[in-house]
């Protein structure tokens, strides 16, 4: 089976059933992706297939078509994107374990609305739960970061 994962091709052998989260975390050593709740509930595991967010761990492999981008794929250390700068500036993460998910849900709602209403940013977070509450810094993390990417 053949991924391309953060711009780089990678060929697998794993059956078609194994949850994409797996395959990223166990085989293929991207750990930045988290697994939480493994139903889809939480967010933990967010990841984007051909920029849209789904969640790795109900996400069959063998159901992957296109380009998965992982929380590694959207910022270095030495280049961080806009969401990741905002995300430390405004200190959003406490334990942080949800943190790479709901990096990558907000990261999608910036690509498709660059200057979001807290409406539109409730919907497209609410899939993303946190257990230390961030809520409100979460928001805006998002909001600075769109404020930079309009600058």
Not at 100 to 128: C, F, K, R, V, Y
Request: negative net charge.
């Amino acid at each position: 089976m053949k991924l391309t994962i953060n711009g780089k091709a990678h060929e697998i052998e794993v059956e078609a059933d194994m949850p994409l989260l797996w395959v990223l975390r166990d085989e293929l050593g991207y750990t930045g992706t988290k697994f939480g709740c493994g139903v889809a509930a939480c967010g933990a595991c967010t990841v984007h297939m051909n920029g849209e967010p789904i969640r790795s761990c109900s996400t069959a492999v063998g159901d992957v078509e296109g380009e998965i981008t992982t929380i590694e794929g959207i910022g270095t250390p030495d280049n961080l994107a806009a969401i990741q700068e905002a995300w430390i500036e405004e200190q959003v993460a406490q334990c942080g374990y949800c943190q790479s998910g709901q990096i990558m849900s907000a990261a999608a709602l910036l690509q498709t609305s660059p200057n979001p209403s807290d409406d539109e940013i409730d919907e497209a977070m609410s899939g993303n739960l946190c257990r230390c509450g961030t809520y409100p810094r979460i928001r805006a993390a998002i909001k600075s970061a769109a404020s930079k990417m309009e600058g």
